[in-house]
């Protein structure tokens, strides 16, 4: 009986124990979770004002860099805008290494290509800009900015109605074109645009996104096609006075058929400098061979 007493007893005061002890144990869980709770909630509140609190240069790139980004929209590309001019020059490479300076102190940077906007100059510039805008108020304000940064001769002009988008059709070989009865297509062939972002660039990996791959180059001349009143047309190959450029395409696309080891396919060789509204190429401005 004592044996059993005392085993019964030992039972009960072991399970007492274990109770009591399990408690204690829960309500240091408790009292810890509590106390990470506090000190992240206390982190939270300092990341909070830490995040709130910005130096006022700081504010100021925020300003350069998202003000710009408000107004233009790729639906907005072909309205009218006021732009905030750092350059104008005739040299893109000179333009692209002046977008990448502004872009990388945080404006939202541009190459204008100046023959496309009606009041820009119809001489070909690769101009600038710092952002474009759609009132003169906000250009001016970007303009302080701009100042402030070194570019003393930035001005603010209005681009006036586009007159069409430029690109440049690479031809390391003969171009590839495809004849119908009233129109020619041409595919196949490197496409270049003449302006792009800087946010375009970064976007890319640094790498040119105004190049689009060949096998994506879709472009239609038809008879309403025509060399634009600047375009030297001496520089096409086989051009005759009064040609259109779809008369100018299927007069060499006939000459290659019928004599394939003459050299007429060096006409469709070289840069071709057009201005195209969607895929339908409206004008010709020049023809150019590599520098």
């Known amino acids: 009986m004592k044996n059993v007493f005392f085993r019964s007893l030992t039972t009960v005061a072991i399970s007492v124990f274990c109770l009591t002890g399990c408690g204690s144990a829960g309500s240091k869980v408790d009292s810890s979770n509590k106390m990470e709770v506090e000190d992240k909630t206390e982190e939270e509140k300092t990341e909070s004002q830490e995040i709130q609190y910005k130096e006022p240069e700081s504010q100021e790139n925020d300003l350069k860099e998202l003000a710009p980004k408000e107004d233009k929209h790729p639906d907005l590309s072909q309205h009218p805008f006021y732009g905030v001019f750092v350059s104008a020059v005739k040299d ?151 040609d259109t450029p779809l008369e100018w395409l299927k007069r060499n696309i006939q000459n290659i058929e019928n004599d394939p080891d003459a050299a007429s396919d060096l006409a469709l060789v070289g840069i071709f400098e057009l201005g195209t509204d969607g895929n339908r190429v409206d004008r010709f401005y020049g023809c150019y061979w590599w520098d």
């Open 92 to 242: 893109s490479e000179s333009a692209h290494e002046q977008l990448i300076k502004l872009g990388e102190i945080g404006y939202s940077a541009e190459i204008v290509y100046s023959p496309e906007w009606e009041e820009l100059n119809p001489e070909p510039y690769f101009c600038v800009s710092a952002g474009r805008y759609d009132t003169k108020e906000k250009a001016d304000s970007l303009l302080e900015y701009v100042k402030k940064d070194g570019y003393k001769d930035a001005y603010v002009k209005f681009s006036g109605d586009c007159n069409g988008i430029h690109k440049t059709l690479t031809c390391r070989a003969p171009m590839e074109v495809e004849l119908l009865d009233n129109a020619a297509i041409i595919k196949n062939t490197e496409e270049i645009d003449l302006t792009y972002t800087y946010d375009e660039f970064y976007a890319d990996g640094y790498e040119h996104p105004f190049v689009k791959e060949p096998e994506d180059i879709l472009l239609i001349v038809d008879e309403n096609t025509v060399f634009d009143p600047s375009c030297e047309t001496g520089f096409f190959t086989n051009y005759e006075e009064g």
